[in-house]
């Protein structure tokens, strides 16, 4: 929703400025999500009048205008259809900065030299309408700058609202939440509705068929309108709320549902076609022709108003075209009315439409509103249209819905919300949001049914604690009541994951877990999957039994928008349904990809990325978490290319797989470059009894490190070569990385050089180099023994 920021100071009675008033409504839960000036277009742009227009040699469709700007007279050249000698108009000068990013420079077309702009509203970021040049009243001065003329000094405010929050689409309802952070109360407009003798009940009857989806619905009568463009001020914040003005009559509707929030419809009386009003269901099949000039064939979740013999208004949602206010129209019948959310979001869905008013009826309007928005539009009609306002309201209401009633109990409050507030304080706070507040110890607090929202005594206590400021309620880890919420092992891995691999280097991607099955089916042929029955899109019917499926997909549209280089991590959940062995069971995992290339940098050259970038990652996380080292154990993965395919073990338990995504399966999802990927369980990582570290001295003696290249036969696994170094060097050896792993001309074929950085360190004394020696050698004689290897020494 957006609304004048100007509106709500002038309702409010406050002067924060544009900052202030957003922090703090958003910080109520008012949100504000978006401030923008509605005069940034408008800098070095002038009122400026048309003194000549001349033709230009060859160009049918533009003129030369000589155009009077105060400081100066200049010639343009303009476009607009609309254009004539004598208008007053808005000229942007050179240096004009106007919406698209365009800064206005000198230019010559048809050899014609133009050194400004006449503007259109979209052009000046008032609307859309791009139809012709904004033409302004004759008296306008000439030279004035346009955001002095215009007052257009102002602020869009675009606010995120929760769908529980009907009250807070207006400008009262957001004025109301400003006071109210002010102690202060909202400035309601007074009503002064001047009513002639005759009776509005002479000329309408209100007759409801069916009370339970309209439990109320008013109508009056102006007489004797003169249907004209709405004045400035109106069309004003219509503009910065994002509706277009029509004219004087419906910008009055449209004027009063921003104000109040409640929508109102009015009708050219003269066409209604009788004097009775019936809201009846449609009928199955009835065809009723909307405003936007399409027909429907309607069926009963469609409300509808009539005129007692066929439909004129799609109740809450559309008007008719056959009694639409028209230039010629005289008289009018005003509708105020409460619908049922329900029937509206039927009515609304099977319709297609999505309407200011249906938003506000879906929502929950006030049905106590009714009276006031149809005098404040009967009020203005008679102002600003010259009407006349027939005496009385013929109101349809035979079931009052009445505010409801709560007891609050403030140490209840306070226990709940962990704060020491007075109970004064809470009642200050209840009433400033127009609640009828009484008792001392135990409260009774009647809640207006603008409010629907608020039906238990929590809600109140939420009320308390939003205007009082999440910022002074102690949050869930300092709180000392009820909403204490200790720090699950789960979330701290989490965020200590995320803190591991964005320092290596990594970035994170969250997914919604749903996915294609026939890719998936593809992907992981063998795992069974959870089915969505009714899925909102074809494309995304299954809950993903793996994290590669959505990394994937993540990964390709990447890649298909130019970002090719990619460290992207996942802690996510995989779906199962039940089998043989579990019920229907959600696996946390971790997911890691990488494509493309490391960054370019002048310390060094870019390299591809591969399957080691991966499991440097993995080392990070088991050195932070100290978990046992990982083992990689050849497998067979179906979407991982066979020769690069790898169980992740830990103490001989699998839980994920490594390696290089399978070309088939890259096609499949349309990626075009070598993926690698790495996918594991954390729920047995989480359940291990990790040792907690132990404080290790710095070493005191220096370490000796040593290189040792070996050729073994291609199918040894660099993980045994590993184990078996270790074993053999015993405590000696420190670190034992490899660094190198070659297949070339001076390798024979069917064997591969693996070269290995070896740390030798005691904890007692240097290390002299024969005794490195000799724990070299008998490496050397143990890889022969048990891998056939060749010490490497070219």
Same mark, same amino acid.
């Given at each position: 929703?957006?609304?004048?920021?100007?509106?709500?100071?002038?309702?409010?009675?406050?002067?924060?400025?544009? #900052?202030?008033?957003?922090?703090?409504?958003?910080?109520?839960?008012?949100?504000?999500?978006?401030?923008?000036?509605?005069?940034?277009?408008?800098?070095?742009?002038?009122?400026?009048?048309?003194?000549?227009?001349?033709?230009?040699? $060859?160009?049918?469709?533009?003129?030369?205008?000589?155009?009077?700007?105060?400081?100066?007279?200049?010639?343009? &050249?303009?476009?607009?259809?609309?254009?004539?000698?004598?208008?007053? =108009?808005?000229?942007?000068?050179?240096?004009?900065?106007?919406?698209?990013?365009?800064?206005?420079?000198?230019?010559?077309?048809?050899?014609?030299?133009?050194?400004?702009?006449?503007?259109?509203?979209?052009?000046?970021?008032?609307?859309?309408?791009?139809?012709?040049?904004?033409?302004?009243? *004759?008296?306008?001065?000439?030279?004035?700058?346009?955001?002095?003329?215009?007052?257009?000094?102002?602020?869009?405010?675009?606010?995120?609202?929760?769908?529980?929050?009907?009250?807070?689409?207006?400008?009262?309802?957001?004025?109301?939440?400003?006071?109210?952070?002010? $102690?202060?109360?909202?400035?309601?407009?007074?009503?002064?509705?001047?009513?002639?003798?005759?009776? %509005? *009940?002479?000329?309408?009857?209100?007759?409801?068929?069916?009370?339970?989806?309209?439990?109320?619905?008013?109508?009056?009568?102006?007489?004797?309108?003169?249907?004209?463009?709405?004045?400035?001020?109106?069309?004003?914040?219509?503009?910065?709320?994002?509706?277009?003005?029509?004219?004087?009559?419906?910008?009055?509707?449209?004027?009063?549902?921003?104000?109040?929030?409640?929508?109102?419809?009015?009708?050219?009386?003269?066409?209604?076609?009788?004097?009775?009003?019936?809201?009846?269901? %449609?009928?199955?099949?009835?065809?009723?022709?909307?405003?936007?000039?399409?027909?429907?064939?309607?069926?009963?979740?469609?409300?509808?108003?009539?005129?007692?013999?066929? $439909?004129?208004?799609?109740?809450?949602?559309?008007?008719?075209?056959?009694?639409? @206010?028209?230039?010629?129209?005289?008289?009018?019948?005003?509708?105020?009315?409460?619908?049922?959310?329900?029937?509206?979001?039927?009515?609304?869905?099977?319709?297609?439409?999505?309407?200011?008013? *249906?938003?506000?009826?879906?929502?929950?309007?006030?049905?106590?509103?009714?009276?006031?928005?149809?005098?404040?539009?009967?009020?203005?009609?008679?102002?600003?249209?010259? $009407?006349?306002?027939?005496?009385?309201?013929?109101?349809?209401?035979?079931?009052?819905? #009445?505010?409801?009633?709560?007891?609050?109990?403030?140490?209840?409050?306070?226990?709940?919300?962990?704060?020491?507030?007075?109970?004064?304080?809470?009642?200050?706070?209840?009433? *400033?949001?127009?609640?009828?507040?009484?008792?001392?110890?135990?409260?009774?607090?009647?809640?207006?049914?603008?409010?629907?929202?608020?039906?238990?005594?929590?809600?109140?206590?939420?009320?308390?604690?939003?205007?009082?400021?999440?910022?002074?309620?102690?949050?869930?880890?300092?709180?000392?009541?009820?909403?204490?919420?200790?720090?699950?092992?789960?979330?701290?891995?989490?965020?200590?994951?995320?803190?591991?691999?964005?320092?290596?280097?990594?970035?994170?991607? @969250?997914?919604?877990?749903?996915? !294609?099955?026939?890719?998936?089916?593809?992907?992981?042929?063998?795992?069974?999957?959870?089915?969505?029955?009714?899925?909102?899109?074809?494309?995304?019917?299954?809950?993903? !039994?793996?994290?590669?499926?959505?990394?994937?997909?993540?990964?390709?549209?990447?890649?298909?928008?130019?970002?090719?280089?990619?460290?992207?991590?996942?802690?996510?959940?995989?779906?199962?349904?039940?089998?043989?062995?579990?019920?229907?069971?959600?696996?946390?995992?971790?997911?890691?990809?990488?494509?493309?290339?490391?960054?370019?940098?002048?310390?060094?050259?870019?390299?591809?990325?591969?399957?080691?970038?991966?499991?440097?990652?993995?080392?990070?996380?088991?050195?932070?978490?100290?978990?046992?080292?990982?083992?990689?154990?050849?497998?067979?993965?179906?979407?991982?290319?066979?020769?690069?395919?790898?169980?992740?073990?830990?103490?001989?338990?699998?839980?994920?797989? &490594?390696?290089?995504?399978?070309?088939?399966?890259?096609?499949?999802?349309?990626?075009?470059?070598?993926?690698?990927?790495?996918?594991?369980?954390?729920?047995?990582?989480?359940?291990?009894?990790?040792? &907690?570290?132990?404080?290790?001295?710095?070493?005191?003696?220096?370490?000796?490190?040593?290189?040792?290249?070996?050729?073994?036969?291609?199918?040894?696994? %660099?993980?045994?070569?590993?184990?078996?170094?270790?074993?053999?060097?015993?405590?000696?050896?420190?670190?034992?990385?490899?660094?190198?792993?070659?297949?070339?001309?001076?390798?024979? #074929?069917?064997?591969?050089?693996?070269?290995?950085?070896?740390?030798?360190?005691?904890?007692?004394?240097?290390?002299?180099?024969?005794?490195?020696?000799? =724990?070299?050698?008998?490496?050397?004689?143990?890889?022969?023994?048990?891998?056939?290897?060749?010490?490497?020494?070219?």
């Amino acid at each position: 929703m957006k609304i004048s920021y100007q509106w709500i100071l002038k309702l409010s009675g406050l002067d924060w400025p544009v #900052k202030e008033m957003a922090d703090r409504l958003t910080n109520c839960g008012t949100a504000v999500e978006e401030i923008e000036p509605t005069d940034q277009y408008m800098e070095k742009v002038v009122v400026g009048a048309v003194i000549d227009l001349k033709s230009i040699k $060859g160009a049918d469709k533009i003129k030369l205008a000589t155009v009077d700007v105060g400081s100066e007279t200049m010639d343009l &050249i303009c476009g607009a259809p609309n254009v004539a000698v004598g208008q007053k =108009v808005p000229v942007a000068l050179l240096g004009a900065k106007l919406t698209g990013d365009f800064v206005l420079k000198k230019a010559k077309i048809r050899g014609v030299e133009s050194c400004g702009m006449i503007c259109s509203e979209r052009e000046l970021g008032i609307s859309d309408d791009h139809s012709g040049i904004m033409v302004f009243d *004759s008296d306008a001065p000439v030279g004035t700058p346009l955001a002095d003329y215009l007052d257009f000094h102002d602020h869009q405010l675009t606010f995120e609202l929760t769908p529980n929050r009907p009250d807070s689409m207006s400008a009262i309802g957001i004025a109301r939440d400003a006071a109210a952070l002010a $102690g202060v109360s909202v400035r309601r407009p007074e009503l002064d509705v001047v009513e002639s003798s005759e009776k %509005a *009940s002479d000329y309408v009857s209100v007759r409801v068929d069916d009370s339970d989806v309209c439990p109320r619905y008013a109508a009056r009568i102006i007489k004797n309108v003169k249907i004209c463009s709405s004045p400035w001020w109106i069309q004003k914040k219509l503009l910065v709320s994002g509706i277009r003005p029509i004219n004087n009559i419906v910008d009055i509707t449209n004027y009063v549902l921003l104000e109040t929030g409640h929508p109102l419809h009015a009708f050219d009386y003269d066409r209604f076609g009788s004097k009775e009003v019936i809201v009846r269901r %449609a009928t199955k099949g009835e065809k009723f022709t909307t405003l936007d000039g399409k027909g429907h064939d309607l069926i009963p979740d469609v409300l509808l108003i009539t005129n007692g013999k066929s $439909g004129v208004a799609a109740a809450g949602v559309m008007g008719g075209l056959d009694s639409e @206010v028209e230039n010629t129209t005289a008289n009018i019948l005003l509708e105020s009315a409460y619908f049922a959310p329900s029937i509206i979001r039927k009515s609304r869905k099977y319709l297609g439409f999505v309407t200011e008013s *249906s938003t506000r009826f879906e929502k929950g309007a006030d049905p106590n509103g009714v009276v006031f928005a149809i005098d404040r539009a009967a009020s203005l009609m008679h102002e600003l249209c010259g $009407g006349e306002v027939l005496s009385g309201i013929v109101d349809c209401y035979p079931n009052e819905i #009445k505010p409801v009633t709560i007891s609050f109990r403030p140490t209840r409050c306070n226990a709940i919300l962990g704060t020491n507030l007075t109970t004064d304080r809470m009642k200050e706070i209840l009433s *400033s949001l127009e609640m009828e507040v009484t008792g001392e110890d135990k409260l009774i607090v009647k809640v207006p049914t603008f409010r629907p929202d608020i039906e238990r005594e929590i809600d109140l206590i939420e009320e308390v604690a939003r205007m009082e400021g999440w910022a002074n309620i102690p949050d869930a880890i300092a709180n000392v009541g009820p909403l204490f919420t200790p720090i699950h092992r789960c979330d701290s891995f989490t965020e200590e994951t995320r803190t591991v691999l964005t320092g290596a280097g990594f970035d994170e991607i @969250v997914n919604h877990g749903l996915v !294609n099955s026939k890719f998936a089916k593809e992907v992981n042929p063998d795992l069974d999957q959870v089915r969505i029955v009714n899925p909102s899109s074809s494309d995304l019917d299954a809950m993903r !039994n793996s994290l590669s499926l959505s990394t994937l997909v993540v990964v390709e549209h990447n890649i298909s928008h130019r970002n090719t280089d990619l460290h992207l991590f996942e802690i996510g959940t995989a779906y199962f349904p039940p089998d043989n062995h579990h019920d229907w069971r959600e696996d946390q995992r971790i997911a890691l990809a990488v494509t493309g290339n490391t960054p370019n940098g002048w310390r060094r050259t870019p390299r591809p990325l591969d399957f080691y970038d991966l499991t440097g990652a993995i080392e990070h996380l088991v050195a932070h978490f100290h978990w046992p080292a990982f083992e990689y154990v050849t497998g067979e993965i179906s979407y991982l290319e066979p020769a690069l395919s790898f169980d992740i073990r830990i103490k001989g338990q699998v839980i994920g797989s &490594i390696g290089q995504v399978a070309p088939k399966i890259a096609r499949l999802a349309e990626i075009k470059q070598p993926v690698y990927m790495a996918e594991f369980s954390t729920t047995s990582l989480l359940e291990m009894n990790v040792p &907690i570290p132990s404080f290790k001295p710095l070493p005191q003696f220096p370490a000796a490190p040593r290189d040792m290249a070996f050729v073994v036969d291609a199918d040894v696994l %660099a993980g045994d070569l590993l184990t078996a170094i270790r074993k053999a060097a015993g405590p000696l050896a420190e670190e034992v990385n490899i660094f190198d792993l070659y297949t070339g001309k001076q390798i024979e #074929k069917g064997r591969k050089s693996i070269a290995v950085a070896i740390t030798y360190r005691s904890s007692d004394r240097s290390l002299s180099g024969e005794e490195v020696d000799v =724990v070299q050698d008998n490496i050397a004689v143990v890889l022969k023994k048990k891998f056939n290897a060749e010490i490497r020494d070219k």
